[in-house]
């Protein structure tokens, strides 16, 4: 199975700040990586996908890079409804493993 | 698209359920779908996927999940259905449906097993 390793697991930072969310695959996934935020008590929503294609609707501060084995999520500048658990998923190959998750809160 | 999931509630251990999801705005006879779980303040765990009919149905289950959950689907009527048996404590999670590529999620619906 390929792992998939976030960092950091948590982070605080503040309103307008730019915030980097890495990913690691144990393996070359190419560019099948997804990023999902979960809010607290919903259910989660794809941000990006293909590593770097923004879903219509998702605002543009979002932005994803990457391939092979090393992706990051990057928020160029923090807005209040951003605090949230990001997940990335691998969907290279079956089981379509998910990193730990990345918690983001408020400083 | 819309994804909405029925059937959680709780169970005893040991016992099954079967989860639904009726699915709408998507060409649904063409997707791959999938089940993916959370267990209560984890993370996300994939629970398995199916091929659309003329990619063949065929299913990919977690290893945890293989030869216990069973992932099917009713083209005529755009549901996708999540079986599973002989549950444990540990399945205790909100069951999501989701498109096989990520892109669409359902709300997710609560499994409990406890005696």
């Known amino acids: 199975d390929i792992q998939m390793t976030q960092s950091p697991s948590s982070l605080s930072a503040s309103v307008g700040d730019r915030v980097t969310i890495t990913c690691r695959a144990s393996q070359s996934i190419s560019s099948y990586l997804n990023w999902h935020q979960q809010i607290p008590g919903k259910a989660p929503k794809v941000l990006i996908y293909g590593a770097s294609t923004l879903k219509g609707g998702v605002p543009s501060r979002f932005s994803g890079s990457g391939s092979g084995t090393d992706f990051t999520l990057t928020i160029s500048s923090l807005q209040p409804e951003d605090f949230a658990t990001y997940y990335c998923q691998q969907s290279f190959s079956t089981p379509y493993t998910f990193g730990q998750g990345t918690k983001l809160e408020i400083k | 698209v819309q994804l909405v999931e029925s059937g959680g509630g709780l169970v005893r251990p040991g016992g099954s359920l079967r989860l639904s999801c009726a699915a709408s705005?998507?060409?649904?006879?063409?997707?791959?779908m999938s089940w993916v779980r959370q267990a209560p303040g984890k993370g996300l765990e994939w629970v398995g996927r199916i091929k659309s009919k003329i990619d063949g149905e065929t299913t990919d289950y977690a290893a945890p999940v293989k030869g216990i959950f069973t992932i099917t689907r009713d083209d005529s009527k755009n549901m996708l259905f999540l079986q599973m048996n002989s549950l444990k404590t540990e399945d205790t999670a909100v069951y999501y449906c989701?498109?096989?590529?990520?892109?669409?999620w359902g709300q997710g619906t609560l499994v409990t097993v406890s005696s």
């Open positions: 989701s498109t096989e590529d990520g892109r669409n």
């Open positions: 705005g998507l060409t649904f006879t063409t997707a791959w």
